[in-house]
């Protein structure tokens, strides 16, 4: 810059910033450390607001309980009238008022013109209702909790004065900065917060479940030398030490099916995968999965235990069997609609393909409008999938259970009894999309030899998610299986259904983003 022309002006964010810069030093120079260490809270929003509510039912006399109550949380509103200042204080339970009078606080009520929005606070006191009606806390003492040196977009707030509904409207709505920024998103939108509540919920109404039916929860290996269990790309690393190339996994199908070798009768994990595709409202790189094997169980009796997990489920953190998904009622009251993949075919999609030929199947699937030179690396069995997935599974609203698919589609299921060019197998369709898949195990390792090596051909010919033959897993089938049922299904996609969210990033909190 010549000299001359002067400093640029600030940015207003820059402004803000260095304004609470200098609040801070102030904070240090009055003694006040505006990072604490610690603080012992006593209620929570909610809690401090059932202690006035049962001191109220106790026909209570005077302003309020003589207990003493210590807060803590953020201040999303604060404004000064005269010798006296509200603030709203937020925390994971709700929202409260604090009120605060110079002939309270004496020496300390100054150190309030330090103290912005956003910022973390303690605050001790007794409960009283205002004039007004609110609950609020006299506050007799308050602490600096942290600073925030970059203000939250809280955005505006209204109230209806003839129903005293609070309206929020957010100064955070960009989607895309809500999900690389989830830290602001969840303190400025307490419906956010909510939705994880519920898959906290999700997530330990499933373990409970499974532990109640004697499942035992493992953990297999997330870096694997071969991935498999799955038709999907993998994510590759190398192994410095050892000089070797890992993949992160793609399922744990495989390793969980070692341990029913083992004798570990039932098992389940839930946890990340990672598969290397595209993003989309369905799909997120980086997922969880909960996957589970029972040994001396087959997909029919999958298909039952399935049916009772997810009822069970939905009732526990629903209240009831209905959710609400976009403009669908969807039912988990068993049981469940069950259709072969060739009669859905015919019924939902109006086409059979058992008897198609391979040419006019193939251009069925480019008419979905996937690329000729994609449809050419597909297999018979991929390219029933496809048109499966076009033409019937956006049709399947209520769970409905989707059996027997071809061979070629399901490398480690059993054959179908009595046609041994199906398998047995169910994916569990919801809202239009799979939700889960399960198998009657393929144990036999002389029939998975030669289905791992129909999917060498298949990679070897193009089709990059075809699986690789894994001695060891076969080796381990030599040793023996049980007669066994698997079952996967994807968290994030039930969290969808269950919050009614539109999109797999919401329901996940740190979405993968692309670069800013």
Request: glycine content about 10%; aromatic content about 8%.
């Amino acid at each position: 810059m010549s000299e001359g022309q002067g400093t640029p002006a600030p940015e207003a964010g820059d402004r803000i910033v260095a304004e609470r810069m200098e609040k801070l030093h102030a904070l240090r120079e009055q003694g006040v450390e505006p990072f604490a260490y610690g603080y012992d809270p006593t209620h929570s929003a909610a809690g401090a607001r059932g202690l006035f509510e049962a001191w109220e039912g106790d026909g209570g006399e005077g302003d309020g309980p003589a207990e003493r109550v210590r807060l803590a949380g953020r201040v999303v509103a604060k404004r000064v009238m005269g010798k006296s200042t509200f603030i709203h204080l937020a925390d994971r339970t709700g929202r409260i008022q604090l009120y605060l009078r110079v002939n309270d606080l004496a020496d300390t009520y100054p150190l309030l013109d330090l103290v912005d929005l956003s910022d973390w606070i303690g605050a001790e006191g007794t409960l009283f209702r205002t004039r007004t009606g609110e609950l609020s806390l006299r506050v007799t003492a308050f602490s600096v909790l942290a600073k925030a040196i970059r203000p939250l977009p809280l955005g505006k707030e209204e109230v209806d004065p003839e129903t005293g509904e609070r309206r929020v409207y957010s100064g955070f709505s960009d989607v895309e900065a809500r999900y690389r920024q989830r830290y602001a998103d969840l303190a400025v939108n307490p419906e956010v917060r909510d939705v994880f509540v519920l898959r906290s919920r999700v997530v330990s109404a499933l373990r409970r479940f499974l532990d109640e039916r004697g499942f035992l929860e493992v953990e297999t290996p997330v870096l694997q030398p071969l991935y498999g269990g799955a038709a999907a790309r993998p994510f590759t690393t190398h192994h410095n030490a050892l000089d070797m190339r890992l993949y992160l996994r793609i399922a744990v199908e495989l390793y969980l099916k070692r341990l029913i070798v083992g004798g570990m009768e039932r098992v389940y994990e839930m946890g990340k995968n990672f598969r290397n595709e595209g993003l989309s409202r369905f799909h997120n790189p980086e997922f969880t999965m909960l996957e589970f094997y029972a040994a001396y169980m087959d997909y029919e009796g999958v298909m039952d235990l399935t049916e009772e997990m997810l009822g069970h489920v939905v009732s526990t953190v629903a209240g009831g069997t209905e959710v609400r998904f976009g403009e669908h009622t969807i039912s988990f009251a068993p049981p469940f609609r069950r259709l072969t993949m060739y009669d859905a075919l015919r019924e939902l999609g109006g086409v059979d393909v058992e008897a198609m030929p391979d040419e006019e199947l193939a251009a069925r699937v480019r008419g979905l409008g996937i690329a000729a030179a994609e449809v050419a690396k597909l297999g018979r069995g991929k390219l029933i999938d496809e048109l499966f997935g076009g033409v019937v599974e956006p049709r399947l609203i209520q769970p409905t259970f989707i059996t027997d698919y071809p061979r070629e589609m399901s490398p480690l299921a059993k054959p179908k009894r009595g046609n041994p060019e199906l398998t047995e197998r169910f994916e569990l369709i919801v809202a239009g999309k799979e939700l889960c898949n399960a198998y009657s195990e393929l144990n036999d390792p002389i029939d998975q030899r030669g289905r791992f090596e129909a999917q060498e051909r298949l990679l070897s010919a193009g089709d990059e998610e075809a699986q690789r033959i894994d001695e060891d897993f076969i080796r381990a089938l030599e040793y023996g299986m049980p007669p066994t049922g698997g079952f996967g299904m994807g968290i994030d996609r039930l969290m969808m259904i269950l919050s009614g969210e539109p999109s797999i990033r919401d329901v996940i909190l740190f979405p993968t983003m692309r670069p800013e």
